[in-house]
């Protein structure tokens, strides 16, 4: 063999970059070609962002969120509101330890004449009184249907009087032009989150600027702390909504909590266990109860999860079907949807969508509201003190009611498909399941015979005869174990709030996008027609 010439020059191979996602990596792309969807809705988006690279807009820096800025008119006051709600569950869900930007037990420092102080105390003795509830609960204290229906409606009737105003009435009319200054949800659209700092929140480095005049300077700290003040009390009052939402699922869902798999009446029947005949429980344990709402009034959803999952587990193993490992990640997510359309109905209760909703002239309007658009540091912003509510003129009252209309038709469509369509819930809980390596049954199919039943075969004389019926027991799993896969495969259920409400900003940008195709449409239509006349003219 010749060998080979250490003068030559070996040309290494060309490798060929995978082209990258404009909208980066995440968990839907990170995990392999098994998560990379079709998205009808990414795909859009896509094609939204091109058309503004074509104008010469340079979508490269900020990729999606380029779109923000393509917003006509006051559609941006749409994507500030959901921005703001995203920082706000970003603290609940926390997802991020620098997001975490003032501790709940904190807003007195930022305490001011313009937040209502009570709303916050309201939601904080709701929150005391219902944990009352479960005074003295043993952890071997069991509670029937009757019990637990009692216990909970008495924690919503409590809660319901803690989330002020309460928009849990259905069927109460939509509300236009309303303005509550003093309600923390009311400034939603002025949450912003600094990259330096937690204390740079609202932009507490601008006030800083020796540069600027004193009277400005102490107007934006003014307007600073009634952002910070708002901030704390919403996320005090969101907790609340999640812990009314927690027990309304668990009022609405006494079913799939107390039924008895198919797989432990199975196992029932081999180890000549008694089941009752209803093939459901009689009771669920209290004190996993008490965990639930602990969980919810204090901690992330990780422990949400879990606590879902204790409750579940009704012998105490730590070990539950696949079945079952569904369902806790179903009743998991039921509350945050609750009480984030329940946030959403209370924002147009206390802040109209559009400033034509605060009725007077269009200059007056924003001098007023800058919570509403007008910038912080603007010398014409006032502090939004006494504000006279006003009647609004039929128009402007169907134009506010109509765009409040679109925006909970699309959160309400974002709710029920974001889980469930568009990140694959049911498809990762499979992979999850199958990819976990569980313990029990060394993590095999047991095959076993099981008696003949009255419900199966021929009836009782089938269990007289001693027929048998082959039965496939899959294995159970554990929380440890289907955290392990969890944490890389299904990442959203660490973040919950924080991937709806994501979901509904790309809804928003599809919206306004196709609401702006839709115009340049018509216009070069018109403009066609037109032509068209002139040379038939001609």
């Known amino acids: 063999m010749a060998r080979s010439n250490p003068n030559t020059k070996t040309t290494p191979a060309v490798v060929t970059p995978k082209p990258i996602s404009p909208f980066g990596v995440d968990s839907n792309n990170s995990g392999g070609g098994i998560w990379e969807q079709t998205s009808t809705k990414k795909t859009k988006l896509n094609e939204l962002l091109t058309e503004l690279n074509e104008r010469g807009i340079d979508t490269g820096s ?46 007195s420092q930022y305490e001011n004449q313009v937040i209502n102080t009570n709303i916050e105390q309201a939601a904080k003795q709701a929150t005391t009184q219902v944990f009352k509830l479960f005074e003295n609960t043993t952890e071997d204290e069991e509670w029937a249907k009757d019990i637990l229906e009692s216990k909970m409606n008495e924690a919503i009737r409590i809660l319901s009087e803690g989330c002020v105003p309460d928009v849990s009435d259905k069927k109460k009319k939509p509300v236009a032009g309303s ?34 005049d004193p009277t400005i300077q102490q107007q934006i700290e003014t307007l600073n702390n009634i952002t910070t003040h708002a901030l704390t009390s919403s996320t005090i009052l969101y907790r609340t909504l999640l812990l009314r939402a927690t027990a309304q699922t668990l009022l609405n869902n006494w079913d799939q909590l107390t039924t008895i798999t198919s797989g432990d ?10 089941l009752p005949s209803t093939s459901q429980r009689a009771t669920i344990n209290a004190k996993s109860i008490q965990n639930i709402f602990e969980a919810y009034a204090h901690n992330s959803p990780q422990d949400w999860v879990q606590s879902w999952w204790k409750l579940i587990d009704a012998d105490k193993d730590g070990l539950i079907d696949q079945e079952e490992m569904n369902n806790c990640v179903d009743l998991s997510i039921e509350p945050v949807h609750l009480a984030l359309g329940n946030m959403f109905d209370m924002t147009f209760e206390v802040c109209p969508v559009r400033t034509i909703g605060l009725g007077g002239e269009e200059e007056a309007r924003k001098k007023n509201a800058w919570f509403l658009g007008v910038d912080a540091g603007d010398e014409d912003a006032e502090i939004p003190t006494n504000i006279p509510p006003v009647k ?23 709710i029920a498909r974001h889980f469930r369509d568009q990140a694959e819930a049911p498809h990762r809980l499979r992979c999850i399941y199958a990819w976990a390596e569980k313990a029990h049954q ?58 709806i409400i994501t979901s509904f900003k790309e809804d928003l940008w599809l919206l306004q996008g196709k609401k702006r ?8 239509g018109l403009l066609f027609l037109l032509a068209i006349s002139v040379v038939d003219l001609g």
Not at 458 to 469: D, E, I, L, N, Y
């Open 517 to 524: 195709q839709n115009k340049e449409l018509k216009r070069d």
């Open 62 to 107: 900020k990729g999606m969120e380029t779109l923000d800025e393509a917003a006509v008119g006051e559609e941006g006051l749409d994507l500030d509101l959901v921005d703001g709600m995203k920082i706000l569950v970003k603290i609940v869900d926390g997802s991020d330890d620098n997001n975490r930007i003032v501790s709940e037990d904190a807003s």
């Open 442 to 499: 060394d993590n095999k199919l047991d095959s076993v015979l099981v008696d003949a039943s009255e419900d199966w075969g021929s009836g009782a004389a089938s269990a007289v005869m001693g027929r048998k019926r082959y039965v496939e027991l899959e294995p159970k799993i554990s929380y440890s174990e289907f955290r392990e896969v969890q944490k890389k495969t299904f990442p959203h259920l660490d973040r919950i709030g924080e991937e």
């Open 179 to 212: 303005l509550d200054v003093s309600h923390p949800f009311c400034y939603l659209r002025q949450f912003v989150v600094s990259d330096d700092t937690v204390d740079n929140v609202s932009g507490d480095g601008d006030a800083n600027d020796d540069d600027l």
């Open 392 to 414: 609004l003129s039929w128009r402007n009252r169907r134009k506010e009611l109509k765009q409040q209309k679109i925006l909970t038709k699309t959160f309400q469509a974002t």
């Open 265 to 274: 009446i199975d196992r029932a029947a081999i180890s000549k266990t008694e």
